[in-house]
């Protein structure tokens, strides 16, 4: 028992890490549980499946403002049913003219934030500084990061906001943002967008029936889907294609321990299929899968030589699941085998002295 402790020590050690390393559970449907409840008139708190989240929410009531929440229950029961499981808008408003108002989370939310700016301007303060949001701008914030938000003192902003969650939430976070690299989303002003919001809030105000969810996640995936078209158009009339295709390997280096596919590489660069594979190819020499495979290699060798992880384990931490296809590629590309890659990489930072413990 004695010599089984370093070893539970070290996969506890390792879980942990992987835990902290994900930015949002898995819905799990026997698992999912959301307790939120305003404790006073400021502060509203969400225990999400054990983790305890506070919201300080400093402002004033304003005339004109819309507010639903879909019940807790309805989340919870939602988060089960598939065609609701995917995306769904858990709460949003309108707030006009929003002076005063000014919003703190210092573990984020338990959903992702979605904030659109129409009229007048605000601040928000994230992990990559502050920025500020004006007329025609987008912000997207993950779950349980920091951040602030507040109506500008001079002209206060009038702005739509949503907080929704889902099996396909990051997939879009990782799009809309390229991966993190782009918080705040800037677009022409677009009546669409308020038409979208609009009809989200309208589905609400009939209740949370189930066609209402569903409903309701059908308007998110438009809305969504309508904010990346917007980027995708400005990224072809805007950026040089070369431009375009580095944004696409900053995605791949951001979400090496998942799988991106090359049509999605392709809409983040506003090109077709066949015509993003060509200005890639022609640019590094590479094609887009080969490129991916590569850094994912190149990122599993170095947690071959620093750390004790399993082969499968590594495999699965560079998005491979198959772990037989992870070492074939991983000798096809280095000659190697990860076992062999490691136990050299090893004999290289140790090496013996050389000298023959017979003649010591």
């Known amino acids: 028992m004695v010599m089984g402790k370093p070893n539970q020590s070290v996969r506890k050690v390792a879980k942990a890490a992987k835990l902290r390393n994900r930015v949002l559970p898995a819905l799990d449907p026997t698992a999912f549980s959301l307790d939120a409840y305003m404790p006073d008139d400021k502060t509203r708190v969400f225990n999400f499946n054990g983790r305890?989240?506070?919201?300080?929410?400093?402002?004033?009531?304003?005339?004109?403002?819309?507010?639903?929440?879909?019940?807790?229950?309805?989340?919870?029961?939602?988060?089960?049913?598939?065609?609701?499981?995917?995306?769904?808008?858990?709460?949003?408003?309108?707030s006009p003219r929003a002076k005063g108002q000014k919003v703190s989370r210092a573990n984020g939310d338990w959903?992702?934030?979605?904030?659109?700016?129409?009229?007048?301007?605000?601040?928000?303060?994230?992990?990559?500084?502050?920025?500020?949001?004006?007329?025609?701008?987008?912000?997207?914030l993950r779950?349980?990061?920091?951040?602030?938000?507040?109506?500008?003192?001079?002209?206060?902003?009038?702005?739509?906001?949503?907080?929704?969650?889902?099996?396909?939430?990051?997939?879009?976070?990782?799009?809309?943002?390229?991966?993190?690299?782009?918080?705040?989303?800037?677009?022409?002003?677009?009546?669409?967008?308020?038409?979208?919001?609009?009809?989200?809030?309208g589905i609400y105000h009939e209740g949370s029936a189930y066609k209402n969810l569903v409903q309701a996640s059908s308007a998110m995936h438009q809305l969504l889907g309508d904010l990346f078209g917007q980027i995708c158009h400005r990224t072809a009339t805007q950026d040089s294609t070369a431009t375009r295709i580095a944004?696409?390997?900053?995605?791949?280096?951001?979400?090496?321990?998942?799988?991106?596919?090359?049509?999605?590489?392709?809409?983040?660069?506003?090109m077709s299929h066949a015509y993003f594979t060509q200005q890639f190819r022609k640019l590094t020499g590479q094609s887009p899968r080969s490129y991916f495979n590569q850094q994912k290699i190149a990122k599993a060798c170095e947690y071959l030589a620093g750390t004790d992880t399993k082969v499968e384990n590594i495999a699965h931490l560079v998005g491979y699941e198959d772990p037989f296809y992870f070492c074939r590629l991983f000798k096809r590309i280095t000659q190697r085998t990860p076992t062999m890659y490691r136990q050299s990489f090893r004999a290289k930072t140790h090496p013996t002295s050389g000298l023959d413990p017979r003649h010591e």
């Open 111 to 140: 959903a992702f934030t979605l904030l659109y700016c129409i009229d007048g301007a605000g601040t928000l303060d994230f992990s990559q500084g502050k920025h500020k949001i004006t007329r025609g701008t987008f912000a997207l």
């Open 247 to 270: 944004r696409t390997l900053t995605m791949m280096s951001n979400n090496l321990g998942t799988h991106v596919s090359i049509h999605e590489l392709a809409a983040i660069a506003g």
């Open 143 to 201: 779950p349980f990061e920091f951040h602030a938000y507040e109506a500008d003192a001079d002209s206060p902003w009038s702005y739509y906001w949503i907080h929704f969650n889902g099996t396909v939430a990051q997939q879009y976070y990782d799009i809309l943002t390229t991966g993190g690299k782009n918080i705040c989303i800037a677009v022409q002003s677009d009546l669409r967008f308020v038409e979208k919001f609009e009809k989200i809030l």
């Open 52 to 94: 305890k989240l506070v919201s300080v929410l400093g402002r004033e009531d304003f005339p004109g403002e819309r507010v639903f929440k879909l019940p807790t229950k309805v989340v919870e029961s939602a988060s089960r049913q598939p065609l609701t499981a995917a995306l769904l808008p858990c709460r949003l408003g309108y």
